[in-house]
């Protein structure tokens, strides 16, 4: 999975933590943070998870 902690590490930061895509999903940011650190640190393993984020965060960045 190492798609998430390098190659889409920016565009994941900038479309999900570093937006109000979380507010608009109505998303515990908190708990977003934790999984990405948690997954970042290789504690665990939450790639599809955040990648599903990730999308979904796209959709609303880019929907009209």
């Known amino acids: 999975?190492?798609?998430m902690g390098h190659d889409l590490n920016e565009l994941f930061c900038d479309t999900v933590l570093n937006s109000d895509t979380l507010d608009?999903?109505?998303v515990d940011s908190r708990v977003v943070k934790q999984l990405w650190q948690d997954h970042q640190s290789g504690r665990e393993h939450y790639g599809h998870h955040l990648w599903a984020l990730l999308v979904l965060g796209l959709w609303c960045t880019h929907s009209p």
Do not use: V
């Open 1 to 3: 999975q190492r798609w």
């Open 24 to 26: 608009t999903l109505n």
